[in-house]
């Protein structure tokens, strides 16, 4: 764990803490449960995001992915009857098709990211709509898949599954970033993708594959959060959760110029986030303050990271020079 | 120290230094440094790889801060410069890596931020009061351009000028050139040395950092020599010459100088064949060549000729616009660079920082990053294999580093050069494209890497080596040939070598 991570895990301490100390409902095992189901469907969504911030990338369009996947999820197993196992591994597909669509037109044709997925945004939240007629998608009254339920929305030991889910795909995530092939091209790219491309890093693909996985994880997401909800109004399901994802990667010491940041941030990031929340529901603050909240603290929180580091190389460098002068015999 | 400097010694100094030390993490960059400048006086400043010279500009030019020391300036001794005091008291400051803006035009970079504005409220920039400003500084430095080219349509050497023109553009009393001929060929390099002996006969003092030896010893009035961050020696007039320095700078004198092997040798196969190739940006013009196993191949030319152009083109970054490429005799088909290190044809491209080496990784990540499966098990890097194969670069290419695991940006310009080499040198190429190799690497180094591509060629390697150093181009190469305008003009071989046909070729002419 980096200092920066540290850095942030001190700070949800003692954020709850303090949350506790005014309100001690915080830490209600219900409470505590219901949080850390949103990490885990935050957290998924924000993993995905990360793979393609650290390209130097960025999609937009994964709250509208969350809204037009959910509702073909629901769409697929309450009204069209399909096995669920099957309609959940066709939304994966989705989520891939799109994810690589996007990856397609931002590696081949060189459109820009934030473009091809502000369309994107647009664009499926338009077809989400359309599909239900702007109605709302849900599950006919005593329609039951207990599977199902158990896996997304389910508990094991008072801990909820999506959390566990979260955890074993940060687990297998971290390994991907830090330690495979792949995960050294990604940040390579990030860096600097000109001399990755000299190093002979079929960039292209790369960068596609990290799309892919992002669509993957948001269609993973997108179907828990449709499990979680029930119920889905395609013109506002899933609004703003692109910026939740990106917020999450921001606080956790990703730079949206890529190359930089680590998936224990971007976790840690989506904690504090929905510890936020959270935490502007339990001291009653009024909940229509809440982006606003959450904008201050990131605000905050990366210009203390920036002006820390800034410290810290200073500090870096009069260690070095007082050790070498200590250091320095008499010639 | 033998400090036998007596020309100029009467007139009080400009500037000087006294007991400067500076310090990064596991480096000792300077280590209790002293010289004096003196108005009117260029001093050679010499030195290996990372022996601190850039270092002891950056400090001069209030780009870092000395640990310890005092720098005096007209009598007013300081700790520490910053940027402004720097600036205001008249030193101008040429970077070793060209930091221009790209999307701007010449004019606008050389008066970025102090453009001449136009009266009334917009404070518009008055073009043509900037034109009028930049046209005197052009002509100063001998460019060929005009000042509203945008700068990402000039060439390396081009850009040099722009640089230098902009050093200019302040009202200087010290010049300080961090190794500006290292991407110069002979003809501008000469304009450059002029405009270095202008800038004397004004009364103005210059600092001129090269490793290009025979240059220093063409202008310098005294050459400071620095070794391991300290003064190992300084030159006056009478004393500069070629083997003082270098015996100075690397403690010894340098054995012979490395000169390629004069017996004839039998040329190998053809390895790399282009054939009517034509590259994006001499569309109109077909080039062929054979590129031989064993053999260093020289590509001579005047900047802007198409070599860079064509080496992309063999390395898979650019596709040939027709004509076709063939290895060992297959037609060879390019998609990337990728398809090229597949083939084991590699590229030490001309631009280290930008598409060399990765600034942010490691020495060892660096070195790893074109082969990095290997350094892998199960698709899961083992930073033991990675530090292994970077060790061995690091002790065979000698770059000069607290570990292989320092970031490569901290490292000097040669040492960023050795890993970009190294990385190549830990696969088997099969076609080893170098463009412009020795840029900004010392003298010693400069001997090993001739070495090292003789080794690569004697172990059966194609070698094409791009150059703008004459004495380079005809020292190292088997064969020669020569691009003009986007086409080879000549092939020489051995027996036809000499500085004079090399640039007939380059302008377009025949070979006597
Ligand atoms: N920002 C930095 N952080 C850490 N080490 C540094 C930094 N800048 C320079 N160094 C180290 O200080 C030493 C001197 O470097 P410097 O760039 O001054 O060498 P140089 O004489 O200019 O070499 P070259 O001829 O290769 O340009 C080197 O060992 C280098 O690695
Ligand atoms: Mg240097």
Known sequence: ?331 | MNYTDTTIAATTPFLSLENVRKTYPGVVALDGFSMEVRPGEVIGLVGENGAGKSTLMKILGGVTTPDTGTITVDGNAHNSLSVEASLGSGIAFVHQELNLFDNLDVAANIFFGREPLRAGPLKLVDRARLREMVAPLLKRVGANFSADTQVADLSLAQQQMVEIAKALSIKARLVILDEPTSSLPIAETDKLLDVIKALKADGISVIFISHRLHEVERVADRVVVLRDGMLAGTLGKRDINHDQMVKLMIGRMLKEREKASEAARAPGATALAAKAVRTPTYPGRPVDLDVRRGEILGLAGLVGSGRTELARVFFGIDGSLGGTLELDGKPLALGSAADAVAHGIFLVPEDRKLTGILLDFSIAQNISLPNLPAHAKHQLVSASAETATAETQKKNLGIKAPSVATRTGTLSGGNQQKVVLGKWLAMNPKVMILDEPTRGIDIGAKAEIYGLMRALADAGVAVLMISSDMEEVIGVSDRIAVMHEGQISGILDKDQFSQENVLLLAVGKQPK
Request: charged share 10%; glycine share 12%.
């Open chain 1, 1 to 331: 764990m980096s200092k920066k991570d540290l850095g942030l895990l001190i700070l949800i301490l003692v954020v709850g803490a303090i949350v506790a100390i005014i309100n001690p409902r915080f830490l209600l095992p219900i409470n505590l449960a219901n949080t850390s189901n949103l990490i885990g469907l935050f957290g998924i969504l924000s993993i995905g995001q990360a793979f393609v911030i650290i390209t130097g990338g960025i999609e937009l369009s994964v709250g509208s992915l969350v809204a037009l996947l959910g509702t073909l999820f629901i769409d697929f197993i309450a009204v069209r009857g399909m096995e669920w196992p099957l309609a959940f591994v066709l939304i994966l597909l989705l989520g891939a098709i799109i994810g690589l669509a996007h990856g397609w037109l931002i590696t081949r044709l060189k459109l820009q990211p934030f473009v091809v997925t502000l369309c994107g945004l647009l664009i499926y939240r338009g077809v989400a709509r359309f599909y239900t007629a702007d109605g709302t998608a849900g599950f006919a009254f005593g329609q039951n898949f207990p599977d199902l339920e158990f896996l997304t929305a389910g508990r094991s030991y008072g801990v909820p599954n999506s959390f566990i889910a979260l955890i074993v795909i940060a687990i297998v995530m971290w390994v991907v970033l830090h330690r495979s092939v792949f995960g050294r091209y990604l940040y390579a790219i990030g860096k600097n993708e000109e001399a990755a491309k000299y190093s002979g890093i079929r960039t292209g693909r790369i960068v596609m594959a990290a799309y892919v996985i992002c669509g993957v994880l948001t269609a993973l997401s997108a179907i828990y959060f449709a499990m979680y909800t029930r119920s889905i109004s395609p013109a506002s399901h899933g609004q703003f959760y692109e910026l939740y994802a990106i917020a999450a990667a921001v606080l956790g010491g990703f730079s949206l110029r890529g190359g930089e940041g680590s998936l224990i941030g971007v976790i840690l990031g989506t904690v504090l986030l929905q510890e936020l929340q959270n935490l502007v529901n339990l001291l009653g603050i009024p909940s229509s303050l809440n982006f606003a909240v959450m904008g201050g603290v990131i605000l905050i929180g990366v210009l203390v990271d920036q002006q820390w580091g800034v410290f810290r190389a200073r500090r870096l460098m009069i260690d070095a020079a007082r050790k070498n002068v200590a250091g320095a015999p008499a010639e």
